[in-house]
């Protein structure tokens, strides 16, 4: 075996450092905490805070910028770990995965210094805004579109399912210009402060037990200064997907702590409930389902090392086939995981004491966003197999 295939499969004593440092912290506010502050409409702040004061909020992000020189590897293995304690954080997936690393990739040296420092220590939080309510899974029909007036930009358009927009001090907006040469539009990444004249979100009532609620954005010639644009205007799809393969990856690690934590439940209720004369998970009904999740999340999470592997050491197209892979095994294992879960609880799998059942809701996020499994089939099926496209 080669040392690179090593370094991409085994852990190194660093990393679970990392893994069991963050897991404390996870364990020191546990899901009661992240419970009690969905029921209270409130966010859970204080995790954040202590989260980012340890400096694993950018662990991801250059050290120049007060990051922790870090990459995917390392991020994932923090939501991967808060997640298993009940705790995940779902911001962690938009604000230093997707938008830290495209503005660390290709933001002007003054919008690394204004942003940066700020997602790193966790002072400045950013959403990403992609979706539409008429393009769905098909980033090639965005219609928000930006045109050029003066030195400014004009950005219109609708984005629908944004996370965490009231709580974001910015929302990095994919939208659209018009290549001079050919008249086509083609993608560009622009990023917006909440406040800007013009720039209204209005909640949508989810059944999703989550602290980050979910926004429709309605922009309407949105005035921007021609530093809002990131990157290059020609580079187009190049940055898009640098920030949708780190997308990919974290939603990976969102549903694997969330599978960890329902499995973790559930054993610990199958060692120690008793109906008949021998625990309930001495017999291999329950047993036997619970060892194949577990199997299962195992494998998903040796697909998400591989993708941030690849993703950290500069591979794109390498890591875009594995962090869709690694979304799709992680989605189907976390899903998998929660149900087997409440369904060995019985009863008590449907309780608030146990806290299985919201999870039940949160599972789906994975199957669904950021884009769903068929997709990632036909990804699957189009790039690696080679079969022609159905569309």
């Not at 779902?90 to 604000?95: A, G, H």
Request: glycine letters at 10%.
């Amino acid at each position: 075996m080669s040392v690179t295939l090593d370094n991409a499969l085994l852990e190194s004593e660093e990393h679970r450092t990392l893994r069991s440092c963050v897991a404390a912290l996870g364990r020191r506010y546990g899901r009661e905490y992240f419970t009690a502050a969905v029921r209270a409409g409130r966010q859970t702040d204080e995790l954040w805070r202590e989260a980012a004061k340890l400096g694993y909020l950018g662990v991801n992000l250059p050290e120049q910028y007060g990051g922790g020189g870090g990459g995917m590897t390392e991020l994932s293995i923090v939501l991967e770990e808060l997640g298993a304690t009940g705790c995940p954080l779902l911001l962690l997936v938009v604000s230093p995965a997707i938008c830290g690393t495209v503005i660390a990739r290709f933001g002007t040296e003054a919008q690394r210094a204004h942003w940066l420092p700020g997602l790193a220590d966790g002072s400045v939080r950013m959403a990403f805004g992609i979706t539409e309510p008429d393009a769905g899974s098909n980033s090639h029909r965005i219609t928000t579109t930006a045109r050029r007036d003066g030195d400014d930009w004009l950005l219109s358009g609708r984005k629908v399912f944004i996370s965490g927009v009231d709580i974001a001090d910015a929302t990095l907006i994919v939208g659209r210009t018009e290549d001079a040469r050919t008249g086509k539009l083609k993608p560009c990444l622009f990023i917006v402060p909440r406040e800007t004249a013009g720039f209204e979100f209005r909640p949508i009532p989810m059944e999703l037990a989550a602290p980050e609620k979910q926004f429709q954005l309605f922009l309407d010639d949105v005035r921007l200064p021609a530093d809002a644009l990131v990157g290059d205007e020609d580079a187009g799809l190049l940055q898009l997907f640098a920030g949708l393969n780190p997308e990919r990856i974290m939603t990976a690690a969102f549903s694997l702590g969330m599978g960890r934590y329902a499995l973790d439940t559930a054993v610990e209720y199958a060692r120690t409930r008793q109906v008949w004369q021998a625990p309930i998970g001495a017999h291999q009904a329950i047993a036997h389902p619970l060892a194949q999740v577990r199997i299962e999340l195992e494998l998903a999470q040796l697909m998400m090392r591989k993708a941030a592997f690849l993703y950290d050491n500069g591979d794109d197209m390498g890591a875009g086939e594995a962090a869709n892979m690694a979304k799709y095994a992680a989605a189907e294992a976390g899903a998998h995981a929660v149900d087997q879960a409440v369904h060995t609880l019985g009863g008590n799998g449907l309780t608030t004491e146990y806290g299985l059942a919201s999870l039940l809701t949160a599972s789906r996020v994975g199957r669904i966003a950021p884009v769903s499994r068929e997709m990632i089939l036909n990804f699957v099926s189009h790039h690696t197999l080679g079969l022609p496209k159905s569309y």
